[in-house]
């Protein structure tokens, strides 16, 4: 399972950490606006299980497929690995 995700290209990755990110963002939104005062409702922990997942994916697969280099701290998807120079995109 993991090595098969690990296959997907580095875009797609990228792509489905933002889905989950943003995704987790809305959900615990709408759970905050539905949470009585002091109790969330479980629909914002959803959200937060989300960002979460977001965030594990992030430092998971977000690396150069070339030297597994991490690129989790860049912001946006750089042409080329600062680190070997191959090119990512
Ligand atoms: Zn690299």
Redesign the pocket.
Known sequence: MKKELQDLHLETHVKIHTLLLLGGLIVTGIGGKISEFGRLHVVAWIGILLIVLSMLWRFLFIK?P????KLYSVRELPEY?P????KLV
């Open positions: 150069c070339h030297c597994g280099s690995c680190d070997c120079g191959e």
